[in-house]
């Protein structure tokens, strides 16, 4: 009951504020373009609650999945109509384009607003994130060893797309399950093709490759009284090598592991200098253990005002790049629509974010802004972008569209609107299933 609750206050919050800001862009350039704004709702369908002010209703309605501003004349066909001053339809094709831009825009904003203020605070970030995708360790089993990949192997490009840092590399593998990759890598100084075939892990069908890249091991806590403490090891350290040869996150623990009442010999940097060490590790049964808590090297991203904006840019301008790609391999069926998230995955996610803390849930709320803003743009009749798509129709032929062109469109949006909203909440219960799609399907 405490977790049904729990999300379904995340989902308000993350919703609430992405429909404020979102409606508010209508409401705020609607006012600002002298048109009469008769309702401002959060939610679809009846009223609630809500208050009125002036001409306008502000109100509560009963489905919180998403919100509207209807405007003074929006979505009437009558023929012949007489229009007021402040009607819609009576203002310039340009105004009426702001007006309905502007949502998405706030969205966008936000997420870059967001995100700048994230990098002023400061966050700590896995330091491999930003590295060279130079491969450090390998599963065994896993698609990058029967492809014949090596450790020090270097990514280059996947599919012909560049790679600089090995979170493109984790996007473009976990956007990709089950896919044939061309990865272009440098090996002893030399460039070679390979071919991996990813598997899909996760409910959510995440591509998988099995290779990592040079993640060093950072102490985040020593317990009192452990081999750790005895041998001088502090938090914050971080392990360079262990007996002169470099120990990386995945190998660390199996390292420990091997050797009990073993003295090992660590490299460790600490403040910028580099110790020697030395831990033995305790017997625990048949292994070695040696008393820390240990998480991949991490660091602290923090800038000044204009350089956490110009970040924020860059990190969102990636983003948007991302979405759209990932739509293109959607339609395409190179990306497994057990990725997309409905209602109900978001607001699991939201969830989590919120008991992570202010900045995961600010983070995410920022993640789903900018998607909701970009989505918004794509020409689909109910979605802004149908409206911003017949406006400019309308500018190109330099006349309106006739009331019963108007209305089919709207009709033919209204199916794929349902459409959709069926099928992204189907895909989001399908997920909880055993068999997925396959446990709607009796034989």
């Known amino acids: 009951m405490i977790n049904l609750l729990g999300t379904i206050l995340a989902f308000v919050i993350v919703f609430g504020v992405l429909v404020f800001v979102h409606e508010f862009g209508h409401f705020f350039m609607g006012k600002l373009m002298g048109v009469r704004i008769e309702v401002f709702s959060f939610g679809y369908g009846k009223r609630l609650f809500g208050f009125r002010r002036g001409y306008t209703d502000y109100r509560v309605s009963l489905l919180p999945l998403g919100g509207y501003v209807k405007f003074l004349g929006e979505g009437v066909f009558e023929p012949g109509r007489r229009l007021e001053p402040d009607d819609f339809g009576a203002k310039p094709r340009w105004r009426r384009f702001l007006i ?20 002023m605070v400061g966050v700590s970030v896995p330091v491999y994130q930003d590295q060279a995708p130079d491969i450090g360790w390998i599963d065994a089993g896993s698609p990058a060893e029967k492809a014949g990949l090596r450790e020090s192997d270097v990514i280059l490009a996947i599919d012909g797309r560049a790679v600089k840092t090995w ?3 984790e996007i473009a593998v976990g956007t990709r399950p089950e896919r044939e990759l061309r990865l272009d890598i440098r090996r002893d100084g030399q460039k070679m093709p390979v071919s991996m075939t990813t598997e899909s892990r996760t409910k959510y069908d995440m591509g998988y490759a099995g290779f990592y890249g040079k993640v060093l091991t950072e102490i985040r806590m020593v ?7 005895r041998g001088g090891l502090k938090a914050g350290d971080v392990i360079l090598a262990i007996d002169g040869q470099p120990v990386y996150f995945y190998k660390f623990i ?4 091997s050797h009990p009442e073993v ?17 033995t ?3 625990e049964g048949k292994v070695g253990k040696i008393g820390v808590m240990q998480a991949a090297e991490s660091k602290v991203k923090k800038f000044g005002f204009g350089r956490a904006l110009g970040e924020s840019y860059k990190e969102n301008k990636k983003l948007v790049f991302l979405v759209v790609d990932f739509l293109k391999n959607l339609v395409t069926g190179q990306t497994s629509a057990r990725q997309i998230g409905g209602p109900l995955e978001i607001a699991n996610f939201s969830y989590a974010a919120l008991k992570m803390g202010f900045i995961a849930l600010m983070s995410w709320i920022a993640l789903i802004s900018l998607q909701l803003g970009i989505l918004n743009l794509f020409p689909i009749p109910v979605l802004d972008g149908g409206q911003l798509f017949v406006l400019i129709i309308e500018g ?19 199916v794929i609107f349902v459409v959709l909203i069926g099928f992204v909440l189907l895909n989001d219960i399908v997920k909880r299933l055993p068999n997925g799609w396959n446990s709607l399907w009796p034989f």
């Open 100 to 119: 309905i831009v502007m949502g998405p825009v706030m969205n966008v904003l936000l997420a870059v607003a967001i995100v700048a203020g994230i990098n």
């Open 167 to 169: 979170n493109d590399v």
């Open 223 to 229: 317990t009192p009284g452990s081999p750790a403490e």
């Open 254 to 257: 199996r390292t420990l592991e």
């Open 263 to 279: 003295p090992l010999q660590f490299t460790v940097r600490r403040e910028g200098a580099e110790k020697a060490l030395t831990v």
């Open 281 to 283: 590790p305790r017997r």
């Open 396 to 414: 190109i032929f330099r006349r309106d569209l006739g009331p019963k062109a108007r209305q089919i469109w709207m009709q033919i949006g209204f």
